[in-house]
């Protein structure tokens, strides 16, 4: 099979579907998520709450982090690089990891462009908040979508916001006659062969995760029940009382989120959830999602 085309990326992230990826710094975190039934984790060297905390620059993860934590696991592994930062992209792609995840967690580095993902064999992650955005994405090479959410809040208002704008304008798409087509492409900015193919598919032609705010298992069967094919976890896990149980009651919460009772069963007794942030108290440049156009 011919490697690193569009279609084998495409189709090594639609083998996650339905499953959780969790954010880790540690191989025993990584242990911890591969234990709890996590389809995938995403090495880091500090959560999201961690580097909203500290502020500053936030980088790529020191190359030593990632290979620890791919010695641990056997579970696919995704690292994180700054947007536009091609050579940390070089960089991680040459350590073996399975994915990379262009993240606007991480401070971006080029104002102007993303990386040209197509010059890569590894599959690409990249976020995004509405239509045009994840298809401007898909048109560079990524090969999977994510909501962007709000990084290490808890909260997972901005993350429904996402997915529910992106299913708006499908349905939106695919309501519109052929002439009036080559405009909406032109007004969302996205390219025009894409949201023809999304008209026809009647969704993105590549995965689309959740991502930002996910704490707890009925956020996880939340963000299910409006449309994403998977979970990322981050913060909410590793910043709450008991990780390992709630990293497996996510896991469960992300098979069986059309199951109430299955929901409030793995619900209970999960410990201290992670402290959330109120959106409206973060100021407009710190705002994560904000970031990535």
């Known amino acids: 099979m011919q490697q690193g085309t569009f279609r084998v990326k495409a189709g090594l992230a639609e083998m996650l579907k339905g499953g959780v990826i969790m954010d880790v710094t540690t191989p025993e975190q990584a242990k911890i998520a591969e234990e709890a039934g996590a389809c995938a984790v995403m090495a880091l060297e500090r959560v999201p709450a961690d580097i909203r905390a500290a502020g500053g620059v936030a980088r790529m993860a020191d190359p030593t982090i990632i290979l620890n934590i791919m010695e641990a696991v056997t579970i696919p592994v995704m690292a994180k690089g700054r947007i536009g930062h091609f050579v940390e992209a070089q960089i991680i792609e040459s350590l073996g990891v399975d994915y990379i995840d262009e993240s606007e967690v991480l401070t971006p580095a080029d104002d102007k462009y993303h990386i040209d993902k197509h010059q890569f064999k590894v599959p690409f992650v990249c976020g995004a908040k509405n239509l045009g955005e994840a298809l401007r994405r898909i048109g560079e090479g990524a090969a999977m979508i994510r909501t962007k959410g709000e990084p ?99 896991v469960a919460a992300t098979t069986y989120y059309n199951d109430p009772k299955i929901l409030a069963e793995i619900s209970r007794d999960l410990g201290e959830a992670m402290v959330g942030i109120e959106i409206s108290t973060i100021a407009d440049h710190e705002r994560m999602q904000d970031r990535g156009w």
């Open 152 to 250: 290490g809040t808890g909260n997972v208002v901005e993350a429904v916001k996402h997915i529910r704008m992106v299913m708006s304008e499908i349905r939106q798409l695919q309501n519109l006659p052929n002439e009036e087509v080559s405009a909406f492409a032109k007004n969302i900015a996205a390219p025009l062969e894409l949201v023809m193919e999304v008209k026809k598919l009647g969704r993105l032609p590549v995965v689309n995760f959740a991502a930002g705010g996910i704490a707890t298992p009925a956020d996880a069967a939340l963000m299910m029940h409006l449309g994403c094919d998977g979970i990322f976890v981050g913060s909410g896990v590793f910043k709450s009382g008991d990780p390992v149980k709630r990293a497996k009651a996510i």
